[in-house]
Nanobody
Framework: QVQLVESGGGSVQAGGSLRLSCAASGSIFSINAMGWYRQAPGKQRELVAL???????NYADSVKGRFTISRDNVKNTVYLQMNSAKPEDTAVYYC??????????????WGQGTQVTVAS
């Protein structure tokens, strides 16, 4: 079983910065893609950023140039650096990690979610 623990959410003024972290633990054999999603009230969950095992990144158009996703393969941790935050970035942010465990094969795990609020 793989557990994810998120941290770093909170409130920030428009134009400010936040850094989210998501650490995975458990019987992990390998991690493939790591990503961040968000869900605003009344809206569907959407992909914010994704990073593959090879370091290739993909961003939603709305965050390109402002957010940066990175990963630490030793710590099994993915980060989301949020700069130039906008009120429309307000949402609950979830990390998602896909990989393989030692015994049970392929897994997909979600973090518990962390609230990000950007005040105008």
């Amino acid at each position: 079983q793989v557990q994810l623990v998120e941290s770093g959410g909170g409130s920030v003024q428009a134009g400010g910065s936040l850094r989210l972290s998501c650490a995975a633990s458990g019987s992990i054999f390998s991690i493939n893609a790591m990503g961040w999603y968000r869900q605003a009230p009344g809206k569907q969950r959407e992909l914010v950023a994704l990073i593959t095992s090879g370091g290739t990144t993909n961003y939603a158009d709305s965050v390109k140039g402002r957010f940066t996703i990175s990963r630490d393969n030793v710590k099994n941790t993915v980060y989301l650096q949020m700069n130039s935050a906008k009120p429309e970035d307000t949402a609950v942010y979830y990390c998602n990690i896909r990989g393989a465990t030692v015994l049970n094969g392929i897994f997909t795990s979600w973090g518990q979610g962390t609230q990000v609020t950007v005040a105008s």
